[in-house]
């Protein structure tokens, strides 16, 4: 049993590992040892921490910060022809100021996507009520190439870094495979233009202070800062964009199944004030029928089970429609 003790410490910036242990031949031990116990110690201390060497090519994340700021500045109604209201999956575009975080409209714009099955595909006339096509704008063929290209980069990303999470947990690095060999994921494009002050009364930040309510964060963000991480002393860190590195945080899946050995963090996304600022959140989750729960070896007689268990798919519907009541047709 792991002994339980303070998570998010009062940190005063964001670690950076070395993951190329993780994404190479994995054949030295000493390494892999090295990167698994600093996931732990960012993990329990933190929650976030920016990975560098993980074998993505500059060039596509080059193409993918373009393609982004290519479709948002799009008139208005060439990105409403994607309205998410056209998608029974919840997918598509979400206009500025339309997606709710503590009862405040959040300052962003976004679209979002899943797994692409087309309507007649198995899975998706089985009922699965969050599996369908995604929406993509027309006379856009790179934009459609480099995200998809980025979906299956960030699959292989996740599962890599998800053994190192494994690993720094103790456990084979194999332990969350089963749970995620059909991973549930999704990303979002977003779009955070300067906020004015003459704007509507309930928006709050580009996007509220919250948690992930999922298992792994994986974000490619661009030059312009906003992310704040919240410490133990209510101070906010800045999470600035660092070249060559993404930024990785853990979400409430995993405090679960570690019984709150490991916490998701406080973040947030403050508005620029003067430049728009894009970014790509790629959320790596358990598979759909997943059932979570806390793992016997962070639980005893002293430290019972903080969590029941939970269907992860019924509770992933329940958020995304929460999440979008007002957007969703």
Known sequence: MRTMISNNSFFKEIPVIDISPLVGPQ??????????????NACKNIGFFY???????????????????????????????????????????TPLGKELTNAKYDWHECVDFGLDLEPNHPEVIAGNQLLGPNQWPENQPNFRKALERHWDLMILLGRRITEGLAMSLGFDKKKFARFMNKSHS???????????????????????????????????????GGLEVKNADNEWVSAPMIP??????????????????????????????????????????????????????????????????????????????????????
Not at 27 to 40: F, H, V, W
Not at 63 to 91: T, W, Y
Not at 191 to 197: D, E, H, I, L, V
Not at 216 to 223: H, P, R, S
């Open 186 to 224: 999704f990303m979002r494009i977003s779009n955070y233009p300067p906020y004015g002050k003459d704007q509507e009364e309930n928006v709050g930040d580009g996007i509220g202070a919250h948690i992930d309510y999922g298992f792994l964060t994986i974000l490619l963000q661009d030059n312009i």
């Open 244 to 329: 060559g590195t993404f930024l990785i945080n853990i979400g409430h899946m995993i405090q679960r199944w570690t019984n709150d050995y490991y916490k998701a963090t406080v973040h947030r996304v403050i508005p620029p004030k003067h430049e728009t600022r894009c970014s790509l959140p790629f959320f790596f989750e358990p598979n759909f029928d997943a059932i979570v729960v806390p793992l016997d070896t962070f639980c005893s007689k002293n430290n019972p089970p903080r969590y029941k268990p939970f269907h992860f798919g019924n509770y992933l519907e329940s958020k995304f429609t929460t999440s979008y009541s007002d957007t969703v047709i």
């Open 51 to 93: 990975v560098k060497n993980h074998q993505i090519p500059q060039n596509h994340l080059d193409a993918v910060i373009l393609v982004m700021q290519e479709f948002f500045n799009l008139p208005e109604e060439e990105k409403m022809e994607i309205h998410i209201g056209n998608s029974d999956v919840f997918r598509g575009y």
């Open 27 to 40: 054949d030295n031990p000493k390494s892999l040892r090295k990167t698994a116990k600093e996931i732990e």
